[in-house]
């Protein structure tokens, strides 16, 4: 997998998505995102040279249908949690659906140390390439107000890494990862995440749900603990549920 490092780009997405027409796949660093992207709409910002900023970019060679694309994000955020428990010797990150890691405070509370965004390119109904953001907070100790009570970095959890260090073990994942079948990506990615059977919140509502399984789009399978009323959901900033 060819690798490109830049000292300044918009976001390494961009980057992947322009240099995938070359290279397939293709992996891409920078110190430092100009534009860094987060779910949402939001912004991904971090400080220069403090924290991994990546992409791995994929032509697909084989027909994606929509159900396999989901996997694509689970590749990131599966080989975050690998990279990062092997780099500190400590299995502490959990995944947090969909596609963040966290790790619990001694508060109990959870805090997110990595997230990842997956954007495809299609023509007409078939997916021909997917590219997966990654950005992990390595030696940030300093968080804007709106990210200082849910964000944490490695360095802030008291271990001290190199960002070239995190970044082999990184890549080392994801070319092991990508290599993989939907339904073994899937399996690794449901297991991962372990949601299966636990009780859900969703913001701003006052039924209790439980997650009766975790279909192969991604989404989720949501029965009501009174009524047994069922639905479909798939918006993970939503809802809360114990990790």
Known sequence: MKHYHFNKITSTNDGAKELLDKENPVFVTADYQTNGRGRNHKNWIGDSKENIYCSIGIQHNERVTLENIVVFQAIGTIAARLAMTEAIGNNIFHLKYPNDVVVKSEEGKLKKICGVLAENGFIGSHCV????????????????????????????LGYNLKNDYLLKLLEKYLEDL??????ALFNIWKDELHIEGKEISIIGENEKWMVEKMQEDGRLLLINKENSKKRIYDDGDSIRYPI
Do not use: M, P, W
């Open 129 to 156: 390439y997917s590219i997966i953001g990654i950005g992990i907070n390595v030696n940030q100790t300093i968080f804007s107000s709106e990210l200082a009570e849910t964000a944490t970095s490695l360095k802030l």
């Open 178 to 183: 990508i290599k993989l079948n939907h339904n």
